[in-house]
């Protein structure tokens, strides 16, 4: 049985990642029951509302019972807890996942409450938008997209390969690396990116000689695109940036180096130093298109978006 | 006559900017003659092959005889040289504008070679994309987009009007400020968030531990989004930092000092400051939205192109 399916799957938390989840388990008949567990009870109406599983139930202790696959879609700082209120209820044989965007610290707070016989196999799908919550989600939303897996060194390759099963029916491109390097990798190209595009924002919003409706009035020459990233989860980012301090902090280091350095060649007039990364930079833009990674239309295709106004 | 109507209009340079202006005028037939200079005979050539005037000439000064309007499209650095070569022969009454990214250097560079009779006015269309050159350019392009004009203390009212009646002819809201704030502005909305981009993309494309491939493969994750911005045209780009530099120095430092902070809470764990900072950049973003000066797809509608591939 390697084609994705499972009896019973238990979701916690049910925000952007797992109502998409949930979405697309339902559209694929991925499985017989779904039951949906999140700590607001909201939320949980909201799940309930949107029909997206079979089964709603506040506690996670409890929604966990009989899965044979467990997903843990919460805020990467929840996990530990949310890993000692299911570890005295898993079936021997489940497999338990996560999504979480830093894994040496999930994994710290979550193996050593995984019991005997249970296979915890830490994952992360590279897929979201800057929207939240159960609304935010969609079937899809993983298509194309890739799952890096992280698993541990007595990870039971058939329970593996059940779990790359189920990401594949779901669309997405399996990865696997070991938790460093995926913490390295997740800092530089996510991030980085969503940490200086929360502070060019915080930079404008502060200004006291531009006023905040002169920012907003003229941001499509170039300041929106920021406002993208800037406008994700709190919640889930401050995790990030507290459980995957140390790649962040070196990250930031070096942008923070390059960036003194382009100051400089700014201040002294230095043209050709400008030229040169302006130029190099390009070409990674062009890598990205060519590697499907982006769309090519010019301004991510928003001019067709914007002109229907 | 203030419906934005020229008998001759000039177009000196013919990029990403001034084809769109040539394609616009051709499309909503604002003038009997179009005539097109450039500096590369290339680009002339190609502008010839796509249509968009009705002459084309390699010298600029010969490009400005008799004409009504002349638009000075080049990166900000040539403005002074073109403004030598063209002011020899410009017809007394003429209009002489340009599409400059930062306005007091331009001023700078162009008012003095001004004769008498000819009406100066600077002005810059908040429009672009991250191409450039003349097949990058579109009709529409400044439907719906601001262009702000930086007249100076003499600058006569009438010439002002006709030449806001052209620019709001092809689609575009109309502003007016002086020069000096023009520059702080489009530091912070524009010329900072292009600079932030090109150096993250500078960073990654750096280091040793991740791959370049890696960043590739991985830029979905937010990355990319910086990309688009580090793909502008690096001329232009040299010339906005060279001729801004004092605004844009005052707001690098005022990043850098905020990217401190926000570095400094991760170091020491200070969830509450990000999750603060990380609200009120949420809220800039619904403004934008608001405001209509940005889609509210989810990932800039992005996902829907995505999916096509």
Redesign the interface.
Known sequence: MTDGRFDRIALIGIGLIGSSIARDVKELGLAKEVVISTRSPETLRRAEELGLGTAYVASAAEAVRGADLVVVSVPVGASEEVARQISPNLKAGAIVTDVGSTKASVIAQMAPHMPQGVHFIPGHP??????SGPD?GFA??F????CIFTPLPDTDPQALEKLKAFWTALGSRIDEMDPQHHD???A????????????????????E??T?S???????????????????D??M???V??HN?DA??E??A???E???Y??R???W?E?DK??D??????A?????VE?????D???????A???K?
């Open positions: 590279l897929a979201g938008t800057e929207k935010a899809g939303l298509r194309g997209r890739w390295k990798v997740l530089i190209v996510s991030h980085l990116p969503h940490i200086i595009a929360y502070n060019i924002v915080g930079t404008a919003d502060d200004l000689t531009v905040e002169e920012v907003i009035k003229y941001s499509a020459s170039g300041f929106r695109d920021f406002t993208r990233l800037a406008a994700s709190p919640t980012w401050r995790d940036c507290l301090k962040i902090l990250m930031l070096r942008f923070s390059d960036l003194a382009l100051q060649a700014i201040r007039g043209g400008l030229f990364l302006f130029t190099r930079t390009r990674v833009r062009r890598s990205i590697a499907g990674q982006d769309v239309a010019p301004d991510f295709g928003r001019h978006l914007d002109a106004k």
